[in-house]
């Protein structure tokens, strides 16, 4: 039996980081799609360790390396293939969206802040294949480059606050006659079937967008996902405007990203298999070690004046600490669609859209447009 021949379809995201957010709004702005997100936690629930959008740095600085980064760096997402295309138009359409968002007339106040940032590395990756389409994009000369390392770029981005931004995805959502159901799925099943209150009985099609979740998820359980620990540190340093990345030949990768908040955020921990929920005390030493050598100008100015800072200086600067799994994934990021049986004689197609490593606010949009598409060529179809 074929599926869904009502003009308004009935689909059901299951996730609500940034990647499930924004896939649900592109469905629901595409039309013909009455949609409803169902997921554990939403950006309007406490912090946790189960919800990684919370935690984001939040800045974008493609990293689309493809196979070029499968040499056991496992920050970023791996992919099966030598073409670089896909994944950068996915970054490139996610930067032209944010970049519209983040006018000073744009839909979000207190969330964007455009800056200049500075890319430094010692690891012999030259990034202008993927970067060259950044505002203000050039080489940094040799006599501006920070200790350790021996080229650099710089051009212009942006962060973005994550509780603004993910809150105002999910207002858009609602506001736009979207439906959120919190809900904690044992089984995709769950959602084909019905028996969740507040869920489509018989949707039309089910999207995934859980991160780390796919791993456990029963009907599911994409042993290929595993969780890259991440820990950051928010600094009150509003006299840093700017932001840097250093990644070293040894592996080690420090970033600074400044918020429209005023706040610095400071981060380079990314360990693969590590599902500790909370800082560490040794992680926290060598984030802020590895970012003042990057950035002695975290320290606050009347320091700087009469000596060398430590990083027992960037101590009382600290606003929060907090702990993010980031979601990857061996191959890369699922993109696909797999129909399964629900009922007699009846399959639904089921749309994957997840894997992104840390790379979930950058690649977002453009993921979404990928996951639109499939989902409409398998309604289309009718039939696997």
Same mark, same amino acid.
């Given at each position: 039996?074929?599926r869904g021949?009502?003009?308004?379809?009935?689909?059901?995201?299951?996730?609500?980081?940034?990647?499930?957010?924004?896939?649900?709004?592109?469905?629901?702005e595409?039309?013909?799609?009455?949609?409803?997100?169902?997921?554990?936690t939403?950006?309007?629930?406490p912090?946790?360790?189960?919800y990684?959008?919370?935690?984001?740095?939040?800045?974008?600085?493609?990293?689309?390396?493809?196979?070029?980064?499968?040499r056991?760096?496992?920050?970023?997402p791996?992919?099966d293939?030598?073409?670089?295309?896909?994944i950068?138009?996915?970054?490139?359409?996610?930067f032209?969206?944010?970049?519209?968002?983040?006018?000073?007339?744009?839909?979000?106040?207190?969330?964007f802040?455009?800056?200049?940032?500075?890319?430094?590395?010692?690891?012999?990756?030259?990034p202008t294949?993927?970067?060259?389409?950044?505002?203000?994009f050039?080489?940094?000369?040799?006599n501006?480059?920070?200790?350790?390392?021996?080229?650099?770029w710089?051009?212009?981005?942006f962060?973005?606050?994550?509780?603004?931004?993910?809150?105002?995805?999910?207002?858009?959502?609602?506001?736009?006659g979207?439906t959120m159901?919190?809900?904690q799925l044992?089984?995709i099943s769950?959602?084909?079937?019905?028996g969740?209150?507040?869920?489509?009985?018989?949707?039309?099609?089910i999207?995934?967008?859980?991160?780390l979740?796919?791993?456990?998820l029963? =009907?599911?359980?994409d042993?290929?996902?595993?969780? *890259? !620990?991440?820990? #950051?540190i928010? @600094?009150? &340093?509003?006299?840093?405007?700017?932001?840097s990345?250093?990644s070293s030949?040894?592996?080690?990768?420090?970033y600074l990203?400044?918020?429209?908040?005023?706040d610095v955020l400071v981060?380079?921990?990314?360990?693969?298999?590590?599902?500790?929920?909370?800082?560490?005390?040794?992680?926290?030493?060598y984030?802020?070690?590895?970012?003042?050598?990057?950035?002695?100008?975290?320290?606050?100015?009347?320091?700087?004046?009469?000596r060398?800072?430590?990083?027992?200086?960037?101590?009382?600067l600290?606003?929060?600490e907090?702990? =993010?799994?980031r979601?990857?994934?061996?191959?890369? *990021? !699922?993109l696909? #669609?797999?129909? @399964?049986e &629900?009922?007699?004689?009846?399959?639904i197609?089921?749309?994957?859209?997840?894997?992104?490593?840390?790379?979930?606010?950058q690649?977002?949009w453009?993921?979404?447009s990928?996951?639109l598409?499939?989902?409409?060529?398998?309604?289309a179809?009718?039939?696997?």
């Amino acid at each position: 039996m074929q599926r869904g021949s009502e003009t308004t379809k009935d689909i059901i995201v299951i996730g609500a980081g940034v990647v499930g957010l924004s896939t649900a709004i592109r469905i629901q702005e595409k039309g013909g799609y009455r949609v409803t997100i169902v997921a554990e936690t939403f950006p309007t629930d406490p912090k946790t360790i189960r919800y990684t959008s919370h935690w984001a740095g939040a800045h974008h600085v493609s990293q689309a390396f493809g196979n070029k980064r499968q040499r056991g760096d496992l920050f970023f997402p791996t992919y099966d293939n030598q073409d670089l295309t896909p994944i950068l138009d996915m970054d490139k359409e996610t930067f032209e969206t944010m970049w519209r968002d983040s006018e000073h007339s744009g839909p979000i106040q207190g969330c964007f802040l455009r800056y200049n940032h500075s890319e430094f590395r010692s690891d012999g990756v030259d990034p202008t294949e993927w970067l060259d389409y950044m505002p203000d994009f050039r080489s940094i000369p040799n006599n501006e480059l920070v200790p350790g390392a021996t080229r650099g770029w710089t051009f212009t981005t942006f962060t973005l606050h994550p509780p603004a931004y993910l809150n105002w995805l999910l207002d858009r959502l609602l506001t736009n006659g979207g439906t959120m159901v919190h809900a904690q799925l044992q089984h995709i099943s769950q959602a084909m079937h019905g028996g969740i209150s507040g869920l489509p009985q018989k949707p039309d099609a089910i999207v995934v967008c859980i991160g780390l979740g796919a791993r456990f998820l029963g =009907g599911i359980e994409d042993k290929k996902v595993y969780p *890259i !620990r991440g820990q #950051t540190i928010t @600094l009150n &340093a509003p006299w840093v405007k700017y932001g840097s990345t250093l990644s070293s030949a040894d592996g080690s990768y420090f970033y600074l990203m400044p918020r429209v908040t005023g706040d610095v955020l400071v981060g380079g921990i990314r360990v693969a298999d590590d599902w500790f929920p909370v800082p560490r005390a040794q992680d926290r030493d060598y984030v802020l070690a590895g970012v003042l050598a990057v950035c002695p100008e975290l320290a606050p100015p009347e320091i700087r004046a009469k000596r060398m800072p430590t990083i027992d200086d960037l101590r009382p600067l600290i606003v929060e600490e907090g702990c =993010g799994l980031r979601p990857g994934r061996k191959g890369g *990021i !699922r993109l696909e #669609t797999e129909w @399964l049986e &629900a009922g007699p004689q009846s399959e639904i197609p089921v749309v994957y859209n997840y894997g992104h490593a840390g790379m979930g606010f950058q690649s977002s949009w453009g993921s979404a447009s990928i996951a639109l598409d499939l989902l409409e060529e398998a309604l289309a179809s009718g039939k696997p």
